[in-house]
């Protein structure tokens, strides 16, 4: 079982910085089995990026993510107001990382 | 576009067998990985295990004791039942379709969730 371990826990930034959020794996994993999802209080979470740096429908150029084998990035450009919220990553459709929750500072 | 909703009971008594349904619309569960997810209030997410239409199955390996999903093409629902349950399986639990392309899978569609405590 691989295990995803994301960090930080929580970033706190303002409005406009650009956020950086880290997902390692403890075992190297494909680029194309690594996703990024959103979640934000009361609602499902919502895929943002597949296969370590596609972009799902409908997510705007802001949000990319990169890496390979075992460190892996989410970067959020300039954050939005509806930026601000719980992001997981997560290997093949299976496991989770914890999340990193993204607030407002 | 594919839609998920998941129905059952919310409450269930410790020991017992939870038990939910994932009725899809706009898609057929004769293609893909379906799968469900689950998330303890104030906590992470959870994946608890999926299955392709041909029956095939992968469980979490901290639940495959407890677990079965079973897929109903006749009703286009597939459906998850968690046995001997404990307050720890108190949680939202989430439908999603995982959609497997380029040789990665991922979860593209989902459900609203429903919240099933245990409780006596």
């Known amino acids: 079982e691989i295990v995803l371990t994301q960090s930080p826990g929580t970033l706190s930034l303002s409005p406009g910085e650009r956020a950086t959020l880290s997902c390692r794996a403890s075992?190297?994993?494909?680029?194309?089995?690594l996703a990024w999802y959103q979640q934000k209080p009361g609602q499902p979470p919502r895929l943002l990026i597949y296969?370590?740096?596609s972009r799902a429908t409908g997510i705007p150029d802001r949000f990319s993510g990169s890496g390979s084998g075992t460190d892996f990035t989410l970067t959020i450009s300039r954050l939005e107001p509806e930026d601000f919220a719980v992001y997981y990553c997560?290997?093949?459709?299976?496991?989770f990382g914890g999340g990193t929750k993204v607030e407002i500072k | 576009q594919v839609q998920l909703q998941e129905s059952g009971p919310g409450l269930v008594k410790p020991s017992e067998t939870l038990s939910l349904t994932c009725s899809v619309s706009?898609?057929?569960?004769?293609?893909?990985?379906w799968s469900w997810i689950r998330q303890p209030p104030g906590k992470g997410l959870e994946w608890i295990g999926d299955?392709?239409?041909?029956?095939?199955?992968n469980y979490n390996p901290s639940l495959k004791s407890r677990v079965a999903i079973l897929v109903d093409p006749s009703k286009n629902q597939f459906s998850l039942r968690l046995s001997s349950v404990t307050a720890a399986d108190t949680a939202v639990y989430y439908c999603?379709?995982?959609?497997?392309?380029?040789?990665?899978?991922?979860?593209?569609?989902w459900g609203q969730g429903t919240l099933v405590t245990v409780s006596s």
């Open positions: 999603a379709r995982e959609y497997c392309s380029g040789g990665g899978c991922y979860l593209d569609h």
């Open positions: 706009g898609g057929s569960v004769s293609s893909d990985y």
């Open positions: 299955i392709y239409y041909r029956g095939n199955t």
């Open positions: 075992q190297s994993v494909s680029s194309n089995y």
């Open positions: 296969s370590a740096s």
């Open positions: 997560q290997q093949y459709g299976t496991f």
